[in-house]
């Protein structure tokens, strides 16, 4: 399924040459950087403001009253529909992206994400209008999904080719800063709301920070706007249009036939960002639910300090992997977080605040920032410059379907007792697992030149 090496399809048409020399005085890579680190922020404030107020509480809000583990699952799989948006996204927006440009694609999924997120704040809930609470719900969190599905291959994309060769995963990581700043922003926003009274709590004050999102759309769209189309694609462009007939019209289609085994690997490979989601969402509900009974702003804070300082140590493994390949970097992360799930579910067992804080550290602060500072640079450097974008958000929104349902799947595998987490844990490393198995066998991309990318792939452009 995932072998080693490049994809041995082959067609007899030529590719669109990347511009051999993308002058570097072009590239704005500190630019770039910014660019994509307030998108980023946008996205993942949005998507974790979701996970939150789904894992507190969107079951009573959303749900009918009745058996609250119903509920719970339900609000879990709510989360998990955003995931199915992604795909659709992804496609919808990587050909926007590969044909028209990046900085336009990007530009359309902002507004969207935005739009999402502040339409969720003034939805009626279940006790106001029944089912209908709940379909326009899952509605607004599928717009969600369709614009997080291009926004972050579009972002990693548009950043990969700005950025000096030597330094491409150190820029591309801040893709992923932007992730934890979102999830920062959005439990510090949390957490005074979770302090409220239940009755402000379930009436206005899980709204606020739905509203609050418009402040980092501005401020990410005006960012964005001042941004400069790549030169790669700029040169791409000028070769098509000196020969017409030689731009990829349909950059989704050509991608899956010529190089489908890396698609597929990316698929494989997104299995574990499953990581971040239990440990994210579901612990938060495990921990905060009737089984454990801990404080929400204890766990809400255990939240937003793993994650935040994960802004300090993205960017150092994105530093790392240009030094020493993105490979090893990807594997010991892997290692590290499938050891210490495990010391994290088991301390929150014990209601230990302390070594809550400790595994938490070591899970998502170190070793899964080895994760976020590589994966956005791994994936589009697999692919040609006329591919790009959708090789790497078909691939990964493809693969984090699973990861957007884990939250309830983890809850289906929770058992009674002490020992119930253990279950969601074996999920998770075995997720880890297959992941990095197909991280092993995949070809080594941080010293090739950015216009050697994906090659010696010829794609069919007819």
């Not at 051999?20 to 998108?39: D, E, I, M, V, Y």
């Not at 994936?379 to 349902?405: C, D, H, K, W």
Request: proline share 6%.
């Amino acid at each position: 399924m995932v072998q080693n090496g490049p994809s041995t399809a082959t067609a007899t048409a030529t590719t669109p040459a990347e511009s051999p020399a993308a002058p570097a005085a072009r590239q704005t890579p500190r630019k770039a950087a910014l660019a994509s680190f307030l998108g980023s922020t946008l996205e993942y404030y949005d998507f974790f403001i979701y996970g939150t107020a789904a894992a507190l509480v969107f079951n009573k809000l959303f749900f009918p009253g009745g058996d609250p583990v119903i509920a719970i699952l339900g609000s879990m799989a709510t989360f998990g529909v955003g995931y199915l948006g992604r795909p659709l996204g992804g496609i919808v927006m990587s050909h926007v992206g590969d044909r028209l440009g990046r900085k336009k694609a990007l530009m359309i999924t902002l507004v969207i994400m935005g739009v999402a997120s502040l339409m969720i704040g003034f939805l009626p809930t279940y006790e106001q209008i029944g089912w209908w609470a709940t379909g326009l719900l899952v509605i607004g969190r599928l717009a969600q999904g369709f614009s997080a599905g291009a926004e972050a291959a579009g972002a990693s994309t548009l950043t990969v080719e700005h950025s000096p060769e030597g330094r491409r995963g150190f820029f591309t990581s801040f893709v992923m800063t932007g992730y934890a700043s979102g999830m920062v922003l959005s439990t510090l926003v949390f957490i005074p709301i979770a302090a409220l009274p239940e009755e402000a709590l379930m009436s206005w004050g899980w709204r606020v920070p739905f509203w609050l999102s418009v402040v980092v759309l501005a401020i990410a769209y005006w960012v964005r706007n001042h941004l400069d189309e790549t030169p790669i694609f700029e040169g791409v462009q000028e070769e098509a249009a000196k020969e017409p007939a030689a731009k990829p019209k349909t950059p989704a289609a050509i991608v899956l036939r010529t190089q489908w085994r890396d698609v597929l690997r990316i698929v494989v490979i997104s299995l574990y960002s499953v990581m971040q989601t239990v440990f994210t969402v579901y612990a938060l509900a495990y921990a905060t639910g009737p089984q454990v009974g801990m404080d929400r702003t204890v766990m809400l804070t255990v939240n937003a300090v793993t994650v935040g300082l994960s802004m300090f140590t993205i960017p150092l493994a994105g530093m790392l992997s240009d030094r020493f390949g993105r490979k090893p970097v990807l594997l010991i992360g892997i290692l590290g977080c499938s050891i210490t799930i495990f010391g994290y579910f088991w301390a929150i067992s014990e209601q230990n605040v302390g070594l809550i804080f400790l595994f938490g550290f070591l899970n998502m602060s170190l070793f899964y920032s080895c994760w976020n500072g590589v994966w956005t640079v791994f994936f589009p450097e697999m692919f040609a410059a006329p591919v790009r974008y959708s090789g790497m958000a078909i691939g990964n929104q493809f693969g984090l379907v699973l990861t957007g349902f884990a939250p309830a799947i983890a809850t289906l595998l929770a058992g009674d007792g002490v020992n119930g987490w253990v279950p969601v844990a074996v999920f998770v490393v075995t997720c880890a697992a297959i992941s990095s198995i197909a991280i092993a066998t995949a070809r080594e991309t941080a010293f090739t030149p950015l216009e050697e990318l994906g090659k010696p792939q010829r794609l069919t452009v007819s």
